[in-house]
């Protein structure tokens, strides 16, 4: 993943925002992608944003995209001890099918 | 239940022996995919396939080799285990409807090279 960048680790407390981000380097990017993995479990889609998109909200959810910068971000609002978990950001380069370049995800841990 | 499923979720094994992981999706998506997590959770793409048509192919040893049966199904079959090859292995699947692509993920198979 050394191309998509994430912080390794993040701790907050039960009730406050977690702001997690990401940076990728392609240009070329086209849709890019949060996903969530539990301990011991798979990865869970979580929400994604089209490259010509700057913010998109689902629930508890804010992805912020600055496109210039190329940097992501996944706001979790009111944090709760089950968002613990490993958060990835992904990138799609180009159209068509492609497989996905991943960051080295950034352990979310979310204190009582 | 639609989803993508793997065979076996554990897999222990000695270095040598040859093994294969099984993957299924009922999504009705053309594409499937399978990648590596490594300790350290970094995850890389191996193979994909598309109407059974191998699309991609990263630089993987070709002890690995992927088949797929039929568009819901790709297995993966590895030769000769190392100790390196010890890791979580996840298929996707997906469908491409114009430029958006969503990648389902299974729920991993975790390879134990002993």
């Known amino acids: 993943g050394e191309d998509v960048e994430q912080s390794l680790f993040l701790s907050v407390r039960e009730g406050d925002s977690s702001v997690i981000n990401c940076t990728y380097t392609d240009s070329s990017s086209t849709y890019l992608y949060w996903y969530k993995q539990e301990p011991g479990a798979g990865l869970q889609l979580l929400t994604y944003i089209f490259s010509n998109m700057d913010m998109k909200q689902d629930q508890r959810l804010t992805v912020l995209l600055n496109k210039k910068d190329k940097h992501l971000s996944l706001r979790i609002a009111d944090t709760q001890t089950g968002d613990s978990a490993i958060y990835f950001c992904?990138?799609?380069?180009?159209?068509?099918?492609?497989?996905?370049?991943f960051g080295s995800g950034t352990r979310l841990q979310v204190q009582p | 239940d639609t989803a993508v499923s793997q065979t076996p979720k554990y897999l222990v094994t000695q270095m040598g022996n040859d093994k294969s992981i099984k993957c299924e999706q009922n999504l009705g998506h053309d594409t499937m995919y399978w990648y590596k997590q490594d300790s350290k959770k970094f995850l890389k793409i191996m193979f994909s396939y598309n109407n059974k048509e191998l699309i991609i192919n990263e630089t993987v040893p070709n002890r690995f080799s992927p088949k797929s049966p039929d568009k819901a199904h790709l297995n993966l079959h590895i030769n000769s285990l190392e100790l390196g090859d010890s890791a979580v292995y996840f298929c996707?699947?997906?469908?491409?409807?114009?430029?958006?692509?969503?990648?389902?993920f299974g729920p991993g198979t975790r390879l134990l090279v002993l």
């Open positions: 996707a699947s997906s469908q491409v409807t114009g430029s958006q692509e969503t990648q389902y």
């Open positions: 992904a990138e799609k380069r180009g159209t068509g099918r492609r497989a996905l370049t």
